[in-house]
Structures are given as structure tokens and as C-alpha cells.
């Protein structure tokens, strides 16, 4: 299975970034064909901690092991806030949604990333940047619309909620985008 492991969004952020994700892809117009936006569906939209990828079945077992033994955690509070582009605004490749966190996020994502390493899987090799995928772009090229409704939402607070748990998903790829499934909460 494809597989990632990521914490889940109240339905309050769902649909604050749903409407978002409606008014820039309304104002970005015939923007949104010029490069090429496929936008995440509200529902699929996750705060990843680490995306494995492809995980054959014996090894979902050991990956599901791995987390439980990290046990509990201290939950705690991430606000969604302001909006980015991967690499930048100048070559937008993917356009996020900022999370700003304790650094207990951090810290959760980190071992996360230890124990996902020690069983093979390869370690990220940049800094554990938190954000919501909004739409992702075939043809990163500067767009002034895009750059402008971007940084008119730098500081927008779409609202906080707690982390005290996240999950190990399955990530099914199907013509219309994907679909995730819940495999375990963690804690258990």
C-alpha cells in the first residue's frame, strides 16, 4: 500500500480552507489553466508528519509497532495561518496553507522520522516545514494573480485545534485524486 502518517483536521479547518481554496481558485480564474492547478479535495487535506510511500504489507505491521512504542504524547495546540508556495512564489509548485506550532510538532514529526528510518525508510533530508497542501501546479512560472492573492493572506488565521493524536493512512490513487484511508490512530 501507499502509505503516509499524518494528523487529521477538525472539520472547522476543513471547511475554512475549503472556502479559501473556492476564493483563490475563483480570483486566479483562467490563472488556474495557465499552470496547470490541481486542487486537493477539502476532505484529503492532512497535516503530514512523514510520507513512506510504497510499504509492502509485512512491513505495515512493523511500521504500526514502531509508532505505538512511541506512546503517549502531551497534546497540544497548532494554529492554520497565512499561505505560501513551494519553492516560492516565483516557481510555485505547491500552494500551502501555514501551520505555526509548538515545537512539540517538531519534535513528534522527528521521532517519527527516526523510527520510519531505522526500518529502512529514507530520512528527509529537509528541515520538517509544516503546511497544508492547497493545489499543486504543473507549470511553476510566476503568475502576478497568484503572488498577490498569496501575499494578501500572509497573515490570515483560518483557526487552531489540538493534536493528540495522529494516524498511519493509506493513500489510493484513483483518475479523480486521491483517496485516504485511516489505517490506526496512534497513540493507541
Known amino acids: ?17 475549503g472556502q479559501q481554496q473556492t476564493e483563490l481558485r475563483d480570483a486566479l480564474g483562467k490563472a488556474n489553466r495557465e499552470l496547470g492547478a ?5 476532505e484529503g487535506i492532512h497535516l503530514t508528519l ?4 510504497h510499504t509492502q504489507d509485512d512491513k505495515v505491521e512493523q511500521v504500526t ?10 497534546p497540544f495546540q497548532v ?4 499561505f505560501g508556495c513551494f519553492p516560492n512564489p516565483g516557481r510555485p509548485r505547491v500552494l500551502w496553507a501555514g501551520v505555526e506550532a509548538p515545537p ?14 531505522k526500518l529502512g525508510y529514507e530520512r528527509e533530508q529537509r528541515d ?16 502576478p494573480a497568484l503572488r498577490a492573492l498569496v501575499d494578501a493572506r500572509r497573515d490570515l488565521s483560518l483557526g487552531r485545534f489540538e493534536v493528540a493524536d495522529y494516524f498511519l493512512f493509506e493513500s489510493m490513487l484513483h483518475p479523480t485524486g486521491a483517496e485516504y484511508r485511516k ?6
Request: glycine fraction near 6%; proline fraction near 8%; aromatic fraction near 10%.
Open 183 to 188: 489505517v490506526m490512530r496512534f497513540p493507541r
Open 65 to 74: 509497532e514502531a509508532l505505538a512504542a512511541l506512546g503517549r504524547f502531551d
Open 79 to 82: 494554529e492554520v495561518k497565512g
Open 104 to 117: 512539540d510538532l517538531a519534535r513528534l514529526a522527528g521521532q517519527i522520522e527516526d523510527r520510519m528510518e
Open 50 to 53: 512523514k510520507f513512506l510511500g
Open 128 to 143: 520538517f516545514n509544516p503546511h497544508l497542501t492547497l493545489a499543486r501546479f504543473k507549470d511553476p512560472r510566476p503568475h
Open 38 to 42: 490541481r486542487w486537493t479535495k477539502p
Open 1 to 17: 500500500m501507499r502509505a503516509f502518517i499524518a494528523a487529521d483536521l477538525p472539520e472547522s479547518i476543513r471547511a475554512a480552507l
